[in-house]
């Protein structure tokens, strides 16, 4: 199946709001219908950062399993919840150990995480992105005890190699699924050459996908596709298309990213499809649509 990507879709992030992208979801009725545009277009995963209905973050365990319901009752899709915080008190994740959706993302480490502003010369934000190697153990002990996937988020190469004493101890188990995020101010650089290193050097039968921060999504996703690797897109990391329109939806960019594998030559994995590649467990499920 090394010609089948699997496309995840992630839909809203942490930080951007509707004032920078009207089609950011906010509220349970957005959530169930981006997830459902992003299916159709031909997302098989969707990860998600849980909004209040006024579009503020939430870490609230009952608001993550609300919005799971809600997109499980208009289409089959794979469920990734983020466990990315600046709140100490949730770093733990109660979320994913009480829904268990299929996979559970999980940053590799430590870094200064930024985004900066060339025109006005100065931050937009700027803070240390602390992921300590006891609380990533803590998560994956969880998520293994909970037959919860890891996602394992790397935002540089030090990240990567930080899998091999996890693996030594027991608290990952090959075959690994890597998101290999690229353009963070403080992280790899987005190139494709960058991205080929990344990926060289992950450990044999590994999954990846590229997960490409603003305009260097479209470039990035183009070297994935040539390299055998998977793709995330969403508004979450980029609002606009290939041509500079911003997208009315998600739907939108998993559509341009659709056409872009088939384009290469290779072909969009179902949900069915991207379970076995990621190595979830194949059920049926079926939609209230």
């Keep these: 199946m090394n010609d089948k990507v699997v496309i995840t879709c992630a839909m809203s992030g942490a930080v951007t709001s509707r004032a920078q992208c009207p089609a950011?979801?906010?509220?349970?009725?957005?959530?169930?219908?981006?997830?459902?545009?992003?299916?159709?277009?031909?997302?098989?995963?969707?990860?998600?950062?849980?909004?209040?209905?006024?579009?503020?973050?939430?870490?609230?365990p009952e608001r993550f399993a609300a919005i799971g319901d809600a997109i499980r009752r208009v289409c089959p899709i794979i469920l990734n919840f983020s466990t990315g915080t600046i709140d100490p008190e949730v770093k733990l994740a109660p979320h994913v150990k009480l829904y268990r959706p299929e996979i559970g993302a999980v940053n590799?480490?430590?870094?200064?995480?930024?985004k900066y502003n060339s025109k006005r010369k100065s931050w937009v934000f700027n803070f240390v992105f602390e992921n300590r190697f006891d609380d990533i153990q803590a998560l994956l002990t969880?998520?293994?005890?909970?037959?919860?996937?890891?996602?394992?988020?790397?935002?540089?190469?030090?990240?990567?190699?930080?899998?091999?004493?996890l693996i030594d101890m027991g608290f990952l188990k090959p075959p690994l699924d890597f998101s290999l995020v690229m353009g963070v101010v403080?992280?790899?650089?987005?190139?494709?050459?960058?991205?080929?290193?990344?990926?060289?050097?992950?450990?044999?039968?590994?999954?990846?996908?590229?997960?490409g921060i603003?305009?260097?999504?479209?470039?990035?996703?183009?070297?994935?596709?040539?390299?055998?690797?998977?793709?995330?897109v969403?508004?979450?990391?980029?609002?606009?298309?290939?041509?500079?329109?911003?997208a009315r939806s998600n739907g939108d960019l998993v559509a341009k990213a659709t056409q872009m594998a088939?384009?290469?030559?290779?072909?969009?994995?179902?949900?069915?499809?991207?379970?076995?590649?990621?190595?979830?467990?194949?059920?049926e499920q079926k939609a209230e649509v």
């Design 24 to 60: 950011i979801p906010y509220s349970l009725d957005d959530y169930a219908s981006e997830a459902k545009r992003a299916f159709e277009a031909g997302a098989a995963v969707v990860h998600i950062h849980a909004r209040d209905d006024d579009g503020q973050p939430s870490y609230s």
């Design 108 to 114: 590799m480490g430590s870094m200064n995480y930024a």
């Design 142 to 165: 969880m998520m293994n005890d909970s037959g919860v996937k890891p996602e394992l988020e790397c935002f540089d190469t030090g990240h990567v190699h930080s899998v091999e004493p």
């Design 186 to 211: 403080g992280g790899i650089k987005a190139t494709a050459r960058h991205l080929a290193f990344q990926a060289e050097n992950l450990p044999p039968e590994s999954t990846w996908k590229v997960v």
């Design 214 to 232: 603003s305009r260097d999504q479209w470039t990035l996703c183009a070297a994935a596709l040539s390299l055998g690797g998977n793709v995330r």
């Design 234 to 246: 969403g508004l979450e990391d980029n609002f606009y298309l290939p041509n500079g329109e911003m």
């Design 262 to 283: 088939l384009d290469t030559g290779r072909s969009i994995a179902t949900v069915a499809e991207a379970r076995r590649i990621l190595g979830l467990a194949v059920v």
